[in-house]
């Protein structure tokens, strides 16, 4: 009877090891897609935190499947087998901007997806040019709101092009203050700040982690930034909030697996990459690149994506900014 009851519960455990998905066993690798190109600000994450679950999910390879400003890779998780071993980035772009600035998606930001956490928000800063703010007496957020606006039009800001979050960002800014600044869009996010050190434009709303090196040299002027809290990296800068109530527009990525993956596997998923998070030696990284760490639940992260998309609605709307 003892033998015949131990092979009664080999067999059921066997039987319910083939119904956990094999990510759990590590017989495979885990598939991280990144939908932007190696060597930049959210590659590098990846590959840190890929590193860092190797113990508790096992092999995590990064993916890079960059085009379409980020929706070709986030149409590769879409469409992924909800099985865990697919999982993806979702950022600002994919599922907050890129619904409402494309004609055409190839996925639904709001339903294709299932959120794990978010990973990092790295504030965006608007910044001057150094040599221009000293010359107008700009040295904080109310003598550039004074200045703009006894001088409508007199300001120029540049940004990575059309619909990008520095466009975005300055349209909001403009229709929260009631200033009015030219806009001059550049074919991507290094000719706009090269354009703001060569004083062809004044100002710019700039990720930190790319202004962060401007900012320390002195050639750029940082007024504010965009969170409604002081950044952790840059502490001394004063947020628009202080002066615009709410003001909220930064930088922000998470991870997400196709919709229809088991909830535990979430779970499992979620509780690897927030330990992963939170671990000293990372946080030490991410603050090198000028981000903060955010691990949440995976509810969390989905009400956050959809109060974005929601936002960036309105934001698009006003622009009139539209990629065919």
Known sequence: MNRRNTLITLLAALATSALVPSVWAQTKPIRLIVPYAAGGPIDVTARILAERVKDTLGTVIIDNRAGAGGNIGADLVAKAAPDGLTIGIAAT???????????????????????????????????MNAEVAQRLRINTMADFLAYARANPG????????????????????????????????????????????????????????????????????????????????LPDVPPIADTLKGFSIDT?????????????????????????????DT???????????????PEAFGAFMKSELAKYQAVVKATGAKVD
């Open 93 to 127: 772009a994919t599922h907050a901007v890129n619904p409402w600035l494309f004609a055409k998606m190839p996925y639904n930001a709001a339903t294709d997806f299932a959120p794990i956490t978010q990973i990092l928000r790295v504030p965006n800063v608007l910044v």
């Open 252 to 280: 922000w990525w998470g991870l997400v697996a196709p919709a229809g993956t088991p909830k535990d596997v979430i779970s499992r998923l979620n509780q690897a990459f927030v330990a992963a998070l939170k671990a000293p």
């Open 154 to 233: 007199k300001l120029n800001y540049g940004s990575g092009g059309n619909g990008s979050a520095g466009h975005l960002a300055g349209e909001m800014f403009k229709a929260q203050t009631g200033v009015f600044a030219v806009h001059i869009p550049y074919n991507g996010a290094n000719p706009a700040q090269l354009g703001l050190l060569g004083a062809q434009v004044d100002f710019n709303f700039d990720n930190l982690a790319t202004a962060a090196p401007g900012i320390r040299s002195g050639k750029l002027k940082a007024l504010a930034v965009t969170t409604v809290a002081r950044a952790p990296t």
């Open 283 to 297: 946080v030490a990284r991410f603050a090198n690149l000028m981000a903060e760490p955010v691990p949440t639940t």
